[in-house]
């Protein structure tokens, strides 16, 4: 019996790449179409690109080791300068990138100036506060000292750094001598009384004299005589009060630092004197 003749088969593709090829196409279609409604960010797609020419560029030395003219793989000629492109494209984006960052740091600095001032105004802000607060600090002694009835015998004033308290030699120390005088203990223990309030504050004693030189079996200057005055004085405190040695001082200014004319009786009453300083929480000292 004769075989049967097989069938040829049909001419053209075989019937699945005909399915596979209306998948590509939808597919393509679907991606096309999902680009089209996606929003691209020009700016940051730029430094993506150049991010990547910078640091996984596979150009090697730019585009010097593609050929000269052609392409590796095909042929196709290159784009007009593309080796210039690849070899400028790091260096022109580094170079915006530095005056990008210049131009915020200037930005940035001309903000905090303009937020801070000038030296010379953050300069005179602080002193103002500085003097604000020996203000507020001279009206709380100076209520203190009203009460206990003792404008006549301490004068006050401020500065920018502390509150000054002056006290007559007088009425502390015989003339020549640097032992406090009995009747006078009442005075200094209120003095003691006002530095407890403020024993955080840095305090400092200083002992001035007049111009008229003195020698004795004590002291051999005036030099000499105003720093024993200062130093008994705080002594007298560091014994009679829980004030902390530490942050009081202690110094002798001599005849150099008058407050009043020294041709005169008067005025060198008035020199011959102690002062007390207690400086502000602001103030240089603190």
């Not at 303009?114 to 001279?138: I, M, R, V, W, Y």
């Not at 403020?198 to 007049?210: F, K, L, M, P, R």
Request: a negative charge; proline letters at 3%; glycine letters at 6%.
């Amino acid at each position: 019996m004769a075989k049967k003749k097989e069938e040829a088969p049909p001419p053209g593709s075989p019937a699945w790449m005909a399915t596979f090829s209306d998948l590509m196409n939808l597919l393509l279609c679907f991606f096309v179409l999902l680009f089209s409604m996606s929003s691209v960010d020009a700016a940051k797609y730029q430094e993506v690109v150049n991010s990547f020419a910078e640091t996984f560029s596979i150009f090697e030395a730019g585009g010097n080791s593609i050929g000269d003219g052609v392409m590796i793989s095909n042929g196709v000629s290159q784009l007009n300068e593309l080796s210039t492109y690849f070899d400028s494209m790091g260096l022109t984006t580094e170079g915006e990138r530095d005056n990008e960052e210049a131009n915020n740091n200037s930005d940035s600095n001309a903000q905090d100036s303009d937020n801070k001032g000038t030296p010379a105004e953050l300069k005179e802000e602080l002193q103002e506060a500085q003097l604000e607060a020996s203000e507020k600090l001279a009206e709380q002694i100076e209520e203190y000292v009203s009460q206990e009835n003792l404008a006549h015998e301490i004068d006050i004033d401020f500065t920018s750094q502390y509150v000054l308290l002056t006290m007559n030699g007088a009425l502390l120390f015989d003339s020549g001598r640097a032992d406090i005088k009995s009747e006078a203990t009442p005075l200094v223990d209120k003095i003691g009384n006002i530095l407890t309030r403020y024993a955080d504050s840095t305090i400092e004693i200083e002992g001035h004299t007049d111009n008229v030189p003195i020698h004795n079996a004590n002291f051999a200057d005036n030099d000499e005589l105003s720093s024993a005055r200062a130093m008994s004085i705080f002594h007298y405190l560091v014994d009679n009060t829980m004030l902390d040695p530490s942050v009081m001082k202690h110094t002798g200014r001599g005849e150099y630092m008058p407050i009043a004319d020294n041709s005169t009786p008067e005025g060198r009453a008035k020199n011959r004197r102690v002062e007390v300083k207690i400086y502000n929480e602001l103030s240089d000292a603190s």
